[in-house]
């Protein structure tokens, strides 16, 4: 047994004298000192780290002095030489000498946050994260074990909880404790007084605005009224608008504005292209031989069929954003009063809005 432990600190003691031939040539050997320390023999349940900190050394110490690559190799029997240290030392069980701790380990719930649990403990955040070598609080997870320094018993971590309004129940396996639900069923659909289930109904509504004769026909706002205008007509190659551009809410009814047939009720078409979205032009006969028709476009809906007859008043579609509109938010309603191929300013053909 001498003999072996002999054998043992001999090696040890080559290998520190090697060291100091390799990094210093010129020395003679006698002026290399030799390492102080003890062989440590491991017992059941000992690991580098627990040797290392009953002996006040580093891990990578132990390591590199014994030449060990994996510190998972270790057995019980295993020497290990020790240096620097004067005496053989016991090395306690980690629960052990987490049993002496002054604190206790509190295990992470759902929802609960580093922040909520310094504050239930009455500790700072910064304490914890040295204690637990938490470099990043928000990724501590539920299930994770944190240990509290001074702590006497678990605490209930305070969660804050934020309300939101929602038309079904979440899903369980989607639910969060952080978060309180508040069922509201959906909001009824407005009632207008010219549609019934978002049909059109042939009820007229007369405005309270005069109406302006174009050919055989009497003519009056597509829209009632709250409504603005957004873009006037424009003949100007740089701001060219065939019609006028009124500003309404989305689903805001929109009204014939003669009487007259559908003659499209539909979304892209070959003569007006994609940029119209969903829009419905009507005929209202002629005038020195030339046919008078009204567009009404970007609707989110359209509420007649091609080929229906209409009367003036009569709800037809409502205001949407459908297509290439001129605003990107907000409901809008492009109107155009054309004879023939030729676009009418609205503005002057209809009657003065009051």
Partial sequence: M????KAFIIGVAGIVLMQGCVTAPWQAKRDVAVMDGVVHTTRQGETLDAIADAYEVSPQLLSRVNGIYDP?????????????????????????????????????GPGETLIAIAHAYDVSTEELQRVNNIKDPSIIKTGDRLWI???????????????????KPIKKEEQDPRINEKIVPPPAPPKTETAESGKNTGKIVEFPREVSTIGPEKFQWPLKD???ILRPFSESPASFNS???LGADIGTPVYAAADGEVQ?????????GSGYGNHIILYHGERDNKGIRTIYAHNSENLVKTGQKVKRGEMIARVGNTGQPAIADGGILHFEIREVGKAIDPMKALPPLK
């Fill in 2 to 5: 001498m003999k072996g432990l």
């Fill in 72 to 108: 998972n190799t270790i057995k019980p029997g295993t020497r290990l030489f020790i240096p620097g240290a004067k005496e053989l030392r016991t090395v306690e069980p980690k629960a052990v000498k987490e049993a002496k701790r002054d604190g206790l380990y509190h295990t992470v």
């Fill in 149 to 167: 320094p001074r702590a006497k018993e678990v605490k209930d971590v305070e969660i804050p909880k934020v309300t939101i309004v929602t038309e």
């Fill in 226 to 228: 709250n409504f603005r």
């Fill in 243 to 245: 019609g006028v551009d």
């Fill in 264 to 272: 499209l009720a539909g979304g892209v078409t070959e003569e007006l």
